[in-house]
Nanobody, 117 residues
């Protein structure tokens, strides 16, 4: 059974930082991309960052230079370091694991990030 557990969300002032973590289990980690999406109130879910199976990161334009995605060597945990946060970053952040062989995607339950002025 695949399970993803996110942590690290919370309330932070504008300009502050948070580090999200997502621990995955129950999956073959040899062939997986891992990443983060987010969904703000009243908006559609949107991609934030992805780290490919071979370790290459990619970012949506609005987080480039502020967010950094990384992964542990076992490929079981993905991190999102978020710096210089602003109120527009307020959203529920969801991590996912996608098998590159089958394209099957598994999602975490989400963690709330709130950025105040």
């Amino acid at each position: 059974q695949v399970q993803l557990v996110e942590s690290g969300g919370g309330l932070v002032q504008a300009g502050g930082s948070l580090r999200l973590s997502c621990a995955a289990s129950g999956i073959d980690f040899r062939f997986n991309d891992m990443g983060w999406h987010r969904q703000a109130p009243g908006k559609q879910r949107e991609p934030v960052a992805i780290i490919s199976n071979d370790g290459r990161p990619n970012y949506t334009d609005f987080v480039k230079g502020r967010f950094t995605i990384s992964r542990d060597s076992a490929k079981t945990t993905v991190y999102l370091q978020m710096n210089n946060l602003n109120p527009e970053d307020t959203a529920v952040y969801y991590c996912y694991v996608r098998c590159v062989l089958t394209a099957k995607t598994y999602w975490g339950p989400g963690t709330q990030v709130t950025v105040s002025l």
